[in-house]
């Protein structure tokens, strides 16, 4: 029986939690065997009680430790670990391995979603990323995530940062180009869960197409009436300043193919 203990209380932590309970109904070999949190108070109706600690120095002996608290705690959180030579992983896209304290064997366990806080969510169609320092400790890593996920990838430091960054691309921004889309239809009276068909079958197309080839709208088909109706229509400067920077890169992609 392989034992996991998890760091932290947050989103990613909470979401793991879940992922590894719901794994032990099954019959694995993996135990979640401890959570360590600054306070028991946010993992109670997850956890019974003595299976939190607050104390780094009452942390059990385990195969595996994730580390799942924000990126800019990773470092310090790893530091204060008091035992040496066992696997610890982190969770971030963006932190490198090395950040971890080589008093332990490093490496990342990073499951590429967004984590939204009592948002359930499939663990099994969730892509986990894996990195170590060497073979052994990989095999490790990849059992404990095909427990959870049928979707499990190699991939180094680099193709990490750049997993990251596509990642706030298609999420993030895209998220944030909702928000434009709803305070459009809020200021004109118009439903917003008008458009929800629309964005599900745009995300839907991608299952079959590659984004260039799922590509349609005025910028790809250089209809300039409908752009520059558009434009006078936009009396938000920065809203403005999106359609004309998203419209030239659509146009400039399209010239490259």
């Known amino acids: 029986m392989l034992k996991v203990i998890i760091i932290g209380s947050g989103n990613v932590a909470q ?12 019959g694995t070999e993996i135990e979640l065997a401890q959570v360590f949190s600054r306070k028991k108070a946010p993992l109670l109706q997850l956890l019974d009680s003595d299976q939190i600690t607050t104390d780094f120095s009452a942390i059990d002996a385990a195969d595996l430790y994730i580390i799942a ?19 610890v992983v982190h969770t971030s896209g963006s932190v490198a391995l090395d950040s971890l304290n080589k008093n332990n064997r490093r490496g990342v366990f990073y499951p590429l979603q967004t984590f939204t806080k009592n948002k359930e969510v499939d663990f099994k169609n969730i892509p986990i990323c894996l990195e ?18 049928e979707k499990v ?6 193709q990490r940062k750049a997993l990251h960054v596509a990642a706030v691309f298609v999420n993030n921004f895209t998220n944030h180009l909702y928000q434009i889309g709803n305070e459009i239809c809020v200021e004109h009276q118009v439903p917003f869960d008008i458009l929800n068909p629309l964005i599900l079958e745009t995300a839907q197309k991608l299952s079959t197409l590659a984004p260039e080839d799922a590509q349609t709208g005025p ?4 209809d300039k009436k409908t752009i520059e109706a558009h434009q006078l229509f936009l009396t ?22």
């Open 132 to 149: 170590s320092e060497n073979s052994t400790d990989f095999r490790l890593l990849e059992k404990v995530a095909k427990s959870i996920s």
């Open 236 to 257: 938000n400067s920065d809203q403005s300043n999106i359609y004309k920077i998203l419209t030239q890169s659509i146009q400039d992609n399209g010239k490259k193919l």
């Open 219 to 222: 910028a790809i088909r250089n």
């Open 69 to 87: 608290v924000s990126d800019d705690a990773i470092a310090s959180v790893a530091d204060q670990l008091p035992f040496k030579n066992r696997l």
């Open 15 to 26: 979401h793991l939690i879940v992922a590894f309970q719901k794994n032990q109904t099954v």
């Open 153 to 158: 990838f190699a991939i180094n430091s680099e």
